[in-house]
């Protein structure tokens, strides 16, 4: 059986593959099974950032990977702590960040924060927007402004309502005494490269603002440098209180990051969350 065979056989069908195997890669260039060579636009969804096989990542996982491969996150490990400190200060300066292996689990676990954050008050609904997309986990489905992305699947959490993008008056009309949060990619990746205006983000961040709000940042796809600066955000002129990161973070590898304000750091507590594999060594070297 050749490749396509075993995967057809084996592979659970939810993807609708092209037909050509890759099985090398260098730079920004890609080789299938048959040795022909293709240039790379596709970048596995957002992900090869530094292209394919750069020979300094290509160096550190070799390094970790002699060296410790995974522990839990029951103990201490210096390649966690190492990138943990440079996410922050490159973003909010103060903080703490989360680590996971994608970008639904980074965006679960800013939904959780959201939540635990508006518990006290009775405060639990999140504000989202049409044609949004934030995961296919339920929850991050749940989140997620798309109806084709639904189907079947129901019923989905509660606690979700859509806005309009680059709309104030259609967000201001959901906000309620039991909102909590606003979740917004500042670019619709998915949804079509729909970007928020920079008027619209400051009226967010001033909703937010006057009404205790936390305002999240979903950066999965548009943040570390696809739009030149290494956060979306920074075009701005505003913070979000929380930002979700993954794809190019790791090049590659699974690693997901919700990066969290010095005011919301202490929301979540020892049990409220975790991960087993959740900030791979191998991934954050």
């Known amino acids: 059986m050749n490749i396509a065979d075993l995967e057809k056989e084996y592979i659970l ?26 240039l790379d636009f596709f970048t596995g969804i957002s992900v090869s950032n530094m292209g394919h096989c750069h020979k300094k990542i290509v160096a550190a996982i070799k390094k970790q990977s002699g060296k410790l491969i ?3 996150n029951h103990y201490y490990t210096e390649p966690q702590a190492k990138l943990a400190e440079l996410l922050v200060r490159k973003s909010f300066k103060k903080g703490r960040v989360f680590l996971s292996n994608s970008g639904a689990e980074a965006n679960e676990c800013a939904i959780k924060l959201a939540r635990k954050y508006g518990n006290p008050k009775g405060r639990y609904e999140i504000i989202s927007f049409e044609n949004s997309f934030h995961g296919r986990t339920m929850a991050t489905l749940s989140a997620t402004g798309q109806k084709k992305f639904h189907q079947h699947f129901d019923p989905f959490l509660t606690g979700f309502k859509f806005a309009k993008l680059n709309d104030i008056a259609s967000v201001k009309k959901l906000v309620d005494k039991r909102t909590c949060a606003i979740f917004i990619e500042p670019i619709q990746g998915e949804g079509g490269i729909c970007a928020a205006n920079r008027k619209f983000l400051h009226e967010l961040r001033a909703l937010c603002n006057k009404n205790k709000l936390m305002l999240i940042f979903d950066e999965i796809q548009c943040g570390l440098g696809r739009t030149g600066k290494l956060f979306a955000y920074k075009y701005y002129g505003i913070e979000p209180d929380v930002m979700t990161l993954a794809k190019s973070i790791a090049n590659g590898l699974p690693l997901g990051i919700t990066v969290i304000k010095e005011k919301y750091e202490n929301v979540l507590g020892f049990g409220d969350h975790g991960s087993t594999f959740g900030g791979n060594l191998v991934s954050c070297a």
Do not use: C, E, M, P
Request: no cysteine.
């Open 13 to 38: 069908q939810t993807y609708k593959r092209q037909n050509v195997a890759f099985i090398k890669g260098k730079d920004k260039y890609l080789w299938d099974s048959n040795g022909r060579k293709y």
């Open 70 to 72: 995974h522990v839990s």
